[in-house]
């Protein structure tokens, strides 16, 4: 019960004392104690929910199981991380004159109202009370990627409340289509959103109103995912977002918000054969990764870079959700972690390039090797990994989900997109030719992404451009990232198998 | 069928069904200021249609959701953004992305889907609402429409407003009404979603010189 309190009720401490606080260095000093403190808690409750299977506490209003409790530890890492960099990030945009000393308790503030309403999203146990905390996130985030006031960041800011706030009311109307075929089986009115009741009659509920409801909600909380064709607001959110709020967006808020859809999925599959949410997420994700792909060929900045990819990497988790199974599920969930470590892992790189060359622009940027060789590294890795090389652990979680796509059996008489790859051949060269366009956009992928890293990383610093990188307390969440990505190729620790695959089995129920 | 649940029910239809009215007036109105009002009057009518659900069907919880949607989106809420039109230079809307005819023959249209969608759903509901399910999804429908046919800010977020609206006539229709934390959270999110729309409409003002969203064209691809 502590651990939970304590993730609750940390950011909000901390965000309400940011407003008080006046001097900096303070400010930094609660926001990493209170990280440090969330990780700790995280750390207990993951032990806690290994060894019972799940906690729920506080009444019923809190839930963790495996999957959640995989989502927390994601959230807290990269929050911890986030700290660090912001430590020297922000001090830096302030004594630049680039944001006022005075904003900066509001931007703490809002940022720790942003982690509290993620990890209220994850650990809700009702559907309304999630939809509530992700309605949150929205409001939270909005002022922090219009933090820099310039005209381009107010509206990125606009657009993506208005887009997201709209996406969510359409996944409010899917949460209430789910309560109305709930409350029907269970009765009780108060705790009929409840996933810990939903859990043992998701097969009674009619399926007519789950497979509306789930239509919805996926619409709704895929516009916070980013999956194409909902996903405009994203790549300017993500360029106009301060480097640490981007590499939260990227990395912590899009996974809470492929959790909301995965915990409906795993009710829905109970009441529906699971190709019915199968093939839609297939769908989605197989157009979100190919539009993806082919937009990166035409960035020319490279946080928008960066933003592109985060739909491809979205649109290959949910290839791995969808195909399902316990291979695909497996390494759509360990693709979560990778891509929140390798995308949080750009954007504090993007982050010190951008300090120092004052331009989003690719072609303004050269010669990193030489102007921040530090920096320039951790470039290359996070390119490496987004594309999915080896030794970095997104290959590892790639390769499960082609495997998984491969081995699939299209039931032939639903629709699904194999349909698009091939009409009339059999089920085996239907899902040969899905993974062989599938690779043939891994490719292009390769292509853009190498170019445009490649051409920051080498070459001659422009005259102006200082060289040379002082180590900061910035770059140590960079290092950790670097060795976590490694690490996590070579080999997976085995509590947190343990974790994932009773996660897996969350989501995949017959 | 008794009598008293025949005529409740009938109530619980027209209310809906003026609030769907409201609606298309929304569409059809180029004064901004009227947009707000006639917003107001729908949230007027969705709380007594709340009111009439809790007090043909005793749950008493309803009467708190009716309270708040008459201090939240037929008091606060409108009063806020009548205080960013007073300060913006334009009243009116002139040009649109779809003009009001067409915009009203699609809305007709937008309600003959929501009927046609939940057509398979709506045997289960309760007797007292069931048409209301179906209304409700196309005020959502309709909401959405708003915000994609109109420019200006102010216009977008009386848009998202409805579809709120909206689908709070579901939550009271479908199921009378969702738990209490639940619907107390939303509203508190649509208060804070409404205050926010607000300050935004003022900082755009101040960078743009304008609240027209076709204004915002910095960034492309």
């Known amino acids: 019960m502590w651990p939970v309190i304590v993730l609750l009720v940390g950011p909000v401490l901390a965000g309400l004392s940011s407003l008080v606080i006046q001097r900096a260095r303070l400010l930094h000093a609660v926001n990493f104690t209170t990280m440090v403190a969330l990780a700790v808690a995280e750390t207990l409750l993951t032990r806690q929910v290994l060894a019972d299977g799940s906690v729920t506490t506080l009444g019923t209003l809190v839930y963790v199981d495996a999957l959640s409790d995989f989502i927390l530890i994601i959230i807290t890492a990269i929050g911890l991380s986030c700290s660090l960099y912001m430590w020297s990030y922000m001090d830096e945009q302030v004594a630049r004159g680039v944001i006022a000393p005075k904003h900066l308790g509001i931007f703490f503030f809002l940022f720790h109202m942003f982690l509290f309403a993620m990890v209220a999203a994850t650990m809700a146990n009702s559907l309304g009370v999630q939809w509530v905390a992700v309605e949150g996130t929205t409001l939270a985030t909005t002022f922090l990627i219009a933090f820099f006031r310039r005209k381009e960041s107010l509206e990125a800011g606009w657009k993506y409340l208005i887009l997201c706030s709209v996406g969510i009311a359409l996944a409010l109307f899917g949460v209430v289509l789910t309560y109305y075929s709930s409350v029907r089986v269970l009765g009780d009115a108060s705790s009929a959103l409840n996933v810990t009741e939903l859990i043992g009659v998701a097969d009674r509920l009619d399926p007519n109103v789950l497979k509306l409801a789930f239509l919805f909600i996926l619409v709704g909380y895929g516009t916070k995912v980013g ?150 590294v951790a470039t290359l890795v996070a390119g490496f990994a987004l594309i999915g090389l080896p030794p970095f652990s997104p290959f590892v979680s790639e390769l499960l989900v082609v495997s998984a796509l491969s081995a699939q059996n299209f039931a032939s008489d639903t629709m699904h997109v194999g349909r698009f790859v091939a009409v009339t051949v059999s089920d085996e060269m239907r899902s040969l030719g899905l993974v062989g366009v599938f690779l043939f956009f891994g490719v292009v992928l390769f292509g853009g992404m190498m170019a445009r890293i490649g051409a920051m990383v080498w070459g001659t610093p422009q005259d102006g451009i200082t060289r040379g990188e002082a180590c900061t307390v910035g770059h140590v969440p960079v290092l950790a990232m670097i060795v976590a990505l490694v690490g996590l190729s070579v080999m997976i620790p085995e509590s947190l198998r343990t974790l994932v695959t009773r996660a897996v089995h969350v989501i995949v129920v017959r | 069928m008794s009598e008293s649940t025949q005529l409740g029910s009938q109530l619980v239809d027209l209310c809906s069904v003026l609030l769907l009215l409201s609606c298309f007036a929304i569409v059809a109105q180029r004064r901004l200021s009227a947009c707000v009002d006639l917003f107001a009057l729908q949230s007027f009518f969705l709380a007594t249609t709340a009111a009439l659900v809790a007090f043909l069907t005793g749950h008493r919880h309803i009467y708190v959701a009716a309270v708040l949607t008459v201090v939240i989106k037929v008091i606060v809420l409108p009063r806020i953004l009548r205080k960013v039109i007073e300060r913006l230079n334009v009243s009116r809307e002139l040009v649109m992305n779809i003009n009001i005819p067409a915009g009203l023959l699609i809305c007709g249209g937008l309600v003959v889907v929501a009927f046609f969608i939940t057509q398979p759903i709506i045997p289960l509901g309760y007797l007292l609402t069931r048409d209301s399910l179906a209304l409700a999804l196309a005020i959502i429908l309709i909401g959405l429409f708003t915000m994609i046919a109109r420019k200006k800010a102010v216009t977008q977020m009386v848009g998202f407003l409805v579809m709120e609206n909206g689908v709070f006539l579901g939550t009271t229709a479908a199921a009378y009404g969702m738990p209490l934390i639940v619907e107390l959270g939303v509203f508190f999110d649509v208060l804070v979603a409404g205050l926010i729309a607000g300050i935004y409409t003022h900082r755009l003002q101040d960078a743009f010189d304008s609240v027209d969203t076709s204004e915002l064209t910095v960034l492309k691809e």
């Open chain 1, 227 to 376: 999956l194409v064709p909902m996903h405009t607001w994203l790549p300017d959110a993500y360029t106009e977002a301060p480097a640490p709020v981007a590499a939260m967006l990227a990395g912590v808020l899009e996974t809470v918000a492929v959790y909301t859809v995965l915990r409906s999925k795993a009710l829905v599959d109970q009441a529906l054969p699971p190709q019915f949410t199968g093939n839609l997420l297939l769908t989605f994700g197989f157009v979100s990764f190919v539009v993806a792909s082919l937009f990166i060929l035409l960035q020319h900045n490279y946080k928008r870079l960066f933003a592109y990819s985060s739909i491809e990497h979205m649109g290959l988790a949910m290839l791995g959700f969808g195909v399902g199974g316990l291979v695909g599920t497996f390494g759509g969930l360990f693709h979560l972690l990778n891509h929140a470590l390798a995308k949080a892992l750009a954007f504090f790189v993007a982050g010190n390039i951008h300090r120092r060359y004052d331009s989003l622009e690719i072609d303004q940027v050269r010669g990193l090797a030489r102007s921040q060789p530090i920096t320039a």
